[in-house]
């Protein structure tokens, strides 16, 4: 099961042919293949758009972030959380999906102004998975400072200098050069682009994202995962054209 958490917007997106903002280019990259996908809308009122068009193996769960009702969690299932969500509703469902055994997955693709040091060291402290691009590791590396990570200057010593201190999985994309990945104590890993995408644009970003989180809820090694997610990561533009 791959659970993303998102608003009434990203529905309408869906229903308009799965394009035009993250999570919906994330799910459109995570939806071949016919796995479970549940879009869980974060809204006070429960509301939930009528939108046609949005495919049977996409389910749709409103909950209400205020409350501490039923937010669709799943043992064993990788939760997508992306930086767009606010900062408490990020830590309640992070919370919860930790309690309810399954795997956070956090997206940093963007540093937002209200994430200093101890914001960005609480959502990591609830992390299984980090995904980032290169820009926003550079800037986490630099919130949580050389005392926690020591002296690190290429994205490779960064990543590994990251994933070290926290003992999490770090997968950082590096434009036209692919993503590295690393974990625990190893060092880090690059692995290639195969069509030379670059892949810190936003939207290549989403696409790889939906990937790699879908070949990791096939239970699919991280190596494995990544090279998949590279292999299918593009913009909505080269879709349309290909």
Not at 121 to 131: E, K, P
Not at 185 to 197: D, K, N, T, V, Y
Not at 201 to 220: D, I, M, W, Y
């Amino acid at each position: 099961m791959l659970i993303f958490f998102g608003t009434a917007a990203d529905v309408e997106a869906l229903g308009a042919g799965m394009s035009g903002n993250a999570v919906s280019q994330q799910i459109k990259a995570a939806a071949d293949g016919g796995r479970r996908i549940r879009l869980v809308v974060l809204d006070e009122s429960r509301s939930m758009p009528a939108v046609d068009g949005i495919p049977g193996s996409i389910e749709l769960l409103s909950a209400n972030p205020a409350e501490d009702g039923d937010l669709g969690l799943e043992c064993g299932a990788h939760v997508v959380l992306n930086v767009e969500t606010p900062f408490a509703h990020l830590m309640k469902v992070a919370r919860a999906a930790r309690d309810a055994g399954a795997y956070v997955v956090f997206n940093l693709s963007c540093m937002p102004a209200i994430f200093a040091m101890p914001e960005l060291h609480a959502v990591l402290g609830r992390t299984d998975i980090l995904i980032l691009r290169q820009a926003e590791l550079q800037k986490a590396v630099g919130l949580l400072g050389q005392d926690m990570l020591g002296d690190c200057e290429t994205t490779a010593e960064m990543v590994g200098a990251l994933a070290y201190w926290a003992s999490f999985a770090v997968v950082a994309t590096d434009g036209r050069d692919g993503a590295l990945y690393a974990e625990g104590e190893a060092p880090a890993q690059r692995f290639l682009s195969p069509r030379g995408e670059d892949i810190n644009e936003r939207a290549v970003s989403n696409s790889f994202v939906g990937a790699l989180t879908a070949a990791l809820s096939s239970r699919k090694p991280m190596p494995e995962a990544i090279e998949a997610a590279l292999a299918k990561a593009t913009s909505p533009q080269a879709q349309a054209a290909s």
